[in-house]
């Protein structure tokens, strides 16, 4: 998408996608970013050559797409500093805030404006992202198209036709990183409890993760097979999953993502 994008908020999530667009050759002067923290600005402008600015009413301006990037909590008084810009450019807004609903998006907006809600996650910073897609009624196919150029440069695209499901999208996929990388603090603790030096445990389980998500999108294999053929009868592997099932693993993954959904909901009805 070449148009010029506006980001309101250049955290976390926002600085992987500019990342992500900059590297796969989104032109940096298309990219704006509104960021009131100064050292973040500064790192944005100087590692990726994007504008920047203090306040979200520079950014906006003439923008084709806006990115809000904004934490829910802050989402509804960012909406009321930009309704007027919104109402007068009619930009097509992108929300990546967990739990926001476009509705809500659309009324603290002003009303009759194109929101397509996106669940991206943080690995977009190397094109390795996954996003969930939503569009709202008002979205046209134009809409849809930039929206799925913005995100697809920096990785997978998943489009739901029920808005109810991006919070189960959030908690799969938005939130999933964090899992991964709970995992891989625990291996390595693990690991080092088990004697390895740190640094050859950090090796050897950082490369297992990573051989193992290869095998995982690269073999054409189901994750139930690929773990049979590690698991030899009566073997090591064998011992460690009995041990994960009899301890409720399965269970737990659930019951975590099952709050990471029921919170994206809370953060909905937080904000009305
Ligand atoms: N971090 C992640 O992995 C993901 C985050 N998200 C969503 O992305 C949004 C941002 O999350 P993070 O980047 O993690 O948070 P963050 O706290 O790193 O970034 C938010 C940024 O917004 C800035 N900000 C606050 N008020 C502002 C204003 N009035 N105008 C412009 N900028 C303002 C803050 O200074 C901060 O740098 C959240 O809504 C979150 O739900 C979505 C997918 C994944
Ligand atoms: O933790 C959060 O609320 C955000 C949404 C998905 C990932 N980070």
Redesign the pocket.
């Given at each position: 998408m070449s148009k010029t994008i506006a980001f309101?908020?250049?955290?976390?999530?926002?600085?992987?996608l500019i990342g992500g667009l900059v590297s796969r050759g989104q032109p940096p002067a298309t990219i704006r970013v509104?960021?009131?923290?100064a050292a973040?600005r500064d790192a944005l402008h100087a590692d990726f050559g994007v504008a920047v600015f203090e306040?979200?009413a520079q950014?906006v301006p003439d923008a084709a797409c806006v990115v809000?990037?904004?934490?829910?909590q802050?989402?509804h008084?960012?909406c009321q500093?930009l309704a007027a810009q919104v109402q007068a450019d009619r930009p097509l807004v992108v929300?990546?805030?967990?739990?926001?609903t476009t509705s809500q998006l659309d009324r603290w907006l002003g009303g009759d404006v194109a929101v397509v809600r996106?669940?991206?996650?943080?690995p977009a910073l190397l094109g390795a992202g996954v996003t969930g897609l939503y569009a709202a009624a008002r979205v046209d196919s134009q809409g849809r198209a930039d929206a799925e150029a913005l995100l697809a440069a920096v990785g997978k695209t998943v489009w739901l036709d029920d808005e109810a499901l991006m919070d189960a999208v959030?908690a799969v996929s938005?939130?999933g990183?964090?899992y991964v990388f709970l995992l891989a603090e625990a291996m390595i603790d693990a690991a080092i409890a088990e004697g390895l030096p740190p640094d050859a445990a950090r090796t050897l389980v950082l490369q297992t993760l990573l051989g193992a998500a290869r095998m995982l999108t690269e073999s054409g294999t189901d994750a139930a097979e690929l773990r049979r053929r590690v698991t030899s009868p009566g073997g090591t592997t064998q011992a460690a999953i009995e041990t994960f099932e009899s301890g409720g693993l399965r269970a737990l993954v659930h019951a975590a993502i099952h709050a990471a959904r029921v919170r994206g909901a809370e953060?909905s009805a937080a904000n009305p």
């Open positions: 309101i908020g250049g955290g976390n999530m926002a600085r992987s509104a960021e009131p923290v973040l306040t979200a950014a809000l990037a904004v934490k829910p802050v989402m008084a960012v500093t929300s990546i805030a967990a739990g926001i996106a669940m991206p996650n943080t959030t938005g939130s990183p964090a953060l």
